[in-house]
């Protein structure tokens, strides 16, 4: 089992700046790729970004050149900066680790970008 816990949402402005971190405990060393993913309201859930434990990322179109995705090994965390904020990044983020036969969530934080 993995447990994950999202934190550093928040409301910020147009051009703005967040920090989200994702913290994983439990048996951590099955997970082979941890990642973010966001859902807006009526809108299904979608890839943000995603670090495999070779290092090697991917992120999705919509946020390549703003957001950054990492990691830190010693503390188990991933971290999501996000820069250059816009209002369709409004959504809830979820924090996803990948295992060999499933896959795990967080319990989501919403990050809302508005004035």
């Known amino acids: 089992q993995v447990q994950l816990a999202e934190s550093g949402g928040g409301l910020v402005q147009p051009g703005g700046s967040l920090r989200l971190s994702c913290a994983a405990s439990?048996?951590?060393?099955?997970?082979?790729?941890m990642g973010w993913y966001r859902q807006a309201p009526g809108k299904q859930r979608e890839l943000v970004a995603v670090?495999?434990?070779?290092?090697?990322?991917n992120y999705a179109d919509s946020v390549k050149g703003r957001f950054t995705i990492s990691r830190n090994n010693a503390k188990n965390t991933v971290y999501l900066q996000m820069n250059s904020l816009k209002p369709e990044d409004t959504a809830v983020y979820y924090c996803?680790?990948?295992?060999?036969?499933?896959?795990?969530w967080g319990q989501g934080t919403q990050v809302t970008v508005s004035q």
């Open positions: 996803n680790a990948q295992v060999v036969i499933t896959s795990y």
């Open positions: 439990g048996t951590i060393s099955t997970i082979y790729a």
């Open positions: 670090i495999r434990n070779s290092g090697s990322t």
